[in-house]
Nanobody
C-alpha cells in the first residue's frame, strides 16, 4: 500500500492551494483519511480528517479556511486550503486507515509529505 501526496508549493499569504493524496496497492477498504502537518521544530499535528461516510473534523487553527474531502472511488483525499497564512507553512502528510483484506484489521499508512510554504 502506498499513499502519494501532491499539490504543495509556494504561495503568497491569502492565497490558496489544493493538496491531493491517492492510495494505491492491495486495498480492501479505507476508513478515515486525513491530513497532518509538521512545521520546523514542532510536532506533527492534525489538520483535518474525513471518515468514509463523510464526517469531518478540523483543527481549530484551520476551521473556516480549509476543506477536506474524499473520493472513495478513487481512494483519494483532498484538502482545499484558502486564506493561507505564514503559520500554515509546514510539510503536509496524508494518512489513511486501510485494511488489506476482509480479515485484516485497519492500520495507518502515511504519505511521503509535501511542502507548503506561505510567504511573500
Amino acid at each position: 500500500v502506498q499513499l502519494q501526496a501532491s499539490g504543495g508549493g509556494l504561495v503568497q499569504p491569502g492565497g490558496s492551494l489544493r493538496l491531493s493524496c491517492a492510495a494505491s496497492g492491495s486495498i480492501f477498504s479505507i476508513n478515515a483519511m486525513g491530513w497532518y502537518r509538521q512545521a520546523p521544530g514542532k510536532q506533527r499535528e492534525l489538520v483535518a480528517v474525513v471518515t468514509r461516510g463523510g464526517s469531518t473534523t478540523y483543527a481549530d487553527s484551520v476551521k473556516g479556511r480549509f476543506t477536506i474531502s474524499r473520493d472513495n472511488a478513487k481512494n483519494t483525499v483532498y484538502v482545499q486550503m484558502s486564506s493561507l497564512k505564514p503559520e500554515d507553512t509546514a510539510v503536509y502528510y496524508c494518512n489513511a486507515a486501510i485494511s488489506t483484506s476482509a480479515s485484516a484489521s485497519y492500520r495507518g499508512y502515511w504519505g511521503q509529505g509535501t511542502q507548503v510554504t506561505v510567504s511573500s
